[in-house]
T-cell receptor
Framework: SAVISQKPSRDICQRGTSLTIQCQVD?????MFWYRQQPGQSLTLIAT?????????ESGFVIDKFPISRPNLTFSTLTVSNMSPEDSSIYLC???????????FGEGSRLTVL | AQSVTQPDIHITVSEGASLELRCNYS??????LFWYVQSPGQGLQLLLK??????LVQGIKGFEAEFKRSQSSFNLRKPSVHWSDAAEYFC???????????FGTGTQLKVEL
């Protein structure tokens, strides 16, 4: 298994501001992803975080709104830009650990936008 | 595109009773299938997964799931539910070699003592 640390665990933000969420993993990672879980709904894949290059976004998600960085194998950030109340969600980092062959999830960052 | 349907939004069972959570998927190729559990305030934990081989898959916490290709289903079962099993359960299908997951909407399980 792996320890996946997300910061912040929760935050309350004002409309129009931006927030950056960090994800740090204690193991060697082959792939990293960011998911969103809107209130009362399921998880939706936002993007694949690629080391040293631009993230690969899923349909409906764009870099200007959700810029992602992954400077090394074990760390990634997701920024939620120009937030609106519709961005209130739990954002989860997920990873595939070398040799593990399964997806692990962090505990998520609960974001509330007022 | 792939999709996952969990037809039961809420299920209530008595402790000690058997449990079956339904999951149907739509995917053009051989699916990678998963069941995750999410307890309040916690992240997702993998219960079990199916990639290939034996269609009856054993997982953690006494759970099992059966892949039925003819029915496009991957139902989760447990013979005797414990109060600690109360949580939300998500079924998912994986693409991109099983790495990118599409989740169902989840089933909230309540256990009555």
């Amino acid at each position: 298994s792996a320890v996946i640390s997300q910061k912040p665990s929760r935050d309350i933000c004002q409309r129009g501001t931006s927030l950056t969420i960090q994800c740090q993993v204690d193991s060697q990672v082959t792939m990293m992803f960011w998911y969103r879980q809107q209130p009362g709904q399921s998880l939706t894949l936002i993007a694949t975080a690629n080391q040293g290059s631009e993230a690969t976004y899923e349909s409906g998600f764009v870099i200007d709104k959700f810029p992602i960085s992954r400077p090394n194998l074990t760390f990634s950030t997701l920024t939620v830009s120009n937030m609106s109340p519709e961005d209130s969600s739990i954002y989860l980092c997920s990873v595939i650990i070398q040799g593990a062959g399964e997806l692990f999830f962090g505990e998520g960052s609960r974001l509330t936008v007022l | 595109a792939q999709s996952v349907t969990q037809p039961d939004i809420h299920i209530t069972v008595s402790e000690g009773a058997s449990l079956e959570l339904r999951c149907n998927y739509s995917y053009g190729a051989t699916p990678y299938l998963f069941w995750y559990v999410q307890s309040p305030g916690q992240g997702l934990q993998l219960l079990l997964k199916y990639f290939s081989g034996d269609t009856l898959v054993q997982g953690i916490k006494g759970f099992e799931a059966e892949f039925k290709r003819s029915q496009s289903s991957f139902n989760l079962r447990k013979p005797s539910v414990h109060w600690s099993d109360a949580a939300e359960y998500f079924c998912a299908v994986g693409t991109g070699g099983g790495n990118k997951l599409t989740f169902g909407t989840g089933t909230q399980l309540k256990v009555e003592l």
